[in-house]
Nanobody, 116 residues
Framework: EVQLVESGGGLVQPGGSLRLSCAASGFTFTSYYMSWVRQAPGKGLEWVSAINSGGGSTSYADSVKGRFTISRDNAKNMVYLQMNSLKPEDTAVYFC?????????WGQGTQVTVSS
């Protein structure tokens, strides 16, 4: 059974930083791209970032480029999202995502609130 468990969210002031983590299990982690997506209050899902199976290729939404960094540790089945220079518009629930066996899997999400 595929399981994704996000952690690391919280309340942070504008300009601050957070590091999100996602623990993955139930599939061959080293074979799959991993993504982060987010959902702001009252809005739909927004793709944030993705990383390939080996970790050597990453991509970002324009809204976070230059501020967020995705990474993974294949020895630990973990994926991370380092978020710097946070803005109020980054407030959202952040989800880890993987596409396995023709379906998407999500964790329970972790809340990030950027506010003074």
């Amino acid at each position: 059974e595929v399981q994704l468990v996000e952690s690391g969210g919280g309340l942070v002031q504008p300009g601050g930083s957070l590091r999100l983590s996602c623990a993955a299990s139930g599939f061959t982690f080293t074979s799959y791209y991993m993504s982060w997506v987010r959902q702001a209050p009252g809005k739909g899902l927004e793709w944030v970032s993705a990383i390939n199976s080996g970790g050597g290729s990453t991509s970002y939404a324009d809204s976070v480029k230059g501020r967020f960094t995705i990474s993974r540790d294949n020895a630990k089945n973990m994926v991370y999202l380092q978020m710097n220079s946070l803005k109020p518009e980054d407030t959202a629930v952040y989800f880890c995502n993987v596409y396995v066996g023709r379906r998407h899997y999500w964790g329970q999400g972790t809340q990030v609130t950027v506010s003074s």
